[in-house]
């Protein structure tokens, strides 16, 4: 049997089909009535108009909820209208073009007016503060830079002042650093041409009594000896330049090494012994650095480095920190 709003109807059909008496409808029943007499135009629009209603009341408690929610969670910016309208939520259903009834189908729907948000004009003054703010520190990013670069000068001549010394050198005295008073400038991978630049271009400090220079390992199995003659010769003219007149200029000898002793033994014999004839020329203090490393003419292993058996092992670097302390104590 069926059942309507939560109560039984007879099965009106069943009833007539087995002849049975057709007024059994049932008062309790709300519906049993309606097809006691015919309902007019009148009362069929007012439903319609009574069901619009209530279409457009669910709706808006809809669009109210739905509104809430967004604004709860932070979606949809809140916009003031004109005319005193209130904010409503724009359906997305109805820009696709889906329109709820109105009572006046002939009279079109107003759009709410554009209203520019004073939030997209903050943002503008934000963004042009930030990049106001951005000039300021990039212009104090380069005082900054400005001002540490001289800091950083002025202590390196003030830390010079300390020294009496300096060994300007290539990566084999990298390691001397424990002489008193003497200030090492290491330049691994340096030759005598890039020794010569590096004092045109300031970056080596001259600025003391004595400097020690050892450089031309690097140049070795590159150059002729002719070009060794030359490079010392600029080498020293380019210091004269710089230094003081009482500064003592000191030559060191190339070191024979390991690695090619038996192919370059003749050719750094030479440049030493040129190099000797030309400090002496030149009136500048010459340091046979190599008579340390060599015995009975032959390099001492134990001093040199098992891995590239190019530079210094420990005791290398102790014995050699010891020849310049003593050449440093008679200058």
Not at 68 to 90: C, H, M, V, W, Y
Not at 202 to 208: A, L
Request: net charge positive; proline share 4%; with cysteine.
């Amino acid at each position: 049997m069926a059942v309507t709003r939560n109560k039984a109807r007879k099965n009106y059909k069943l009833l007539s089909e087995f002849g049975l008496d057709q007024d059994v409808l049932d008062v309790s029943d709300p519906t049993s009535d309606i097809f006691d007499h015919e309902t007019s135009p009148d009362e069929v629009d007012r439903l319609e108009h009574r069901i619009h209603n209530l279409e457009l009341s669910i709706s808006e408690k809809e669009r109210k909820l739905e509104k809430s929610d967004f604004e709860k969670q932070g979606a949809i910016p809140k916009t003031r209208l004109k005319n005193g309208e209130s904010s409503k939520l724009i359906d997305p259903v109805k820009e696709k073009g889906v329109v709820e009834k109105s009572n006046n189908p002939h009279k079109p729907q107003s759009s709410a007016p554009k209203v520019k948000s004073t939030e997209i004009a903050g943002k503008k003054t934000k963004s042009a503060k930030r990049k106001d703010t951005s000039d300021s520190k990039s212009v104090k990013r380069k005082d900054l830079q400005v001002l540490r670069r001289d800091m950083f000068v002025t202590r390196i001549s003030a830390f010079a002042k300390d020294f009496r010394s300096t060994l300007v050198c290539d990566s084999i005295a990298k390691h001397v650093k424990t002489i008193r008073r003497c200030h090492l400038q290491a330049f691994p991978g340096a030759n005598i041409w890039d020794m010569i630049n590096l004092l045109n271009c300031g970056t080596i400090q001259v600025n003391y009594d004595i400097i020690l220079i050892h450089v031309g390992t690097n140049n070795v199995g590159t150059y002729e000896i002719a070009d060794f003659d030359i490079g010392y010769n600029v080498l020293i003219s380019t210091i004269e330049k710089l230094v003081k007149p009482h500064t003592v200029i000191v030559m060191s000898a190339i070191i024979p090494r390991l690695l090619d002793f038996q192919n370059t033994s003749y050719f750094v014999t030479t440049i030493n012994s040129r190099l000797r004839s030309l400090c002496f020329k030149r009136g500048v203090q010459f340091v046979a650095t190599y008579k340390p490393f060599l015995k009975f003419g032959m390099p001492v292993c134990e001093l040199y480095s098992p891995i590239c058996k190019l530079h210094l092992n420990y005791f290398g670097n102790l014995k050699l920190t010891n020849f310049f302390v003593q050449v440093l104590s008679h200058c």
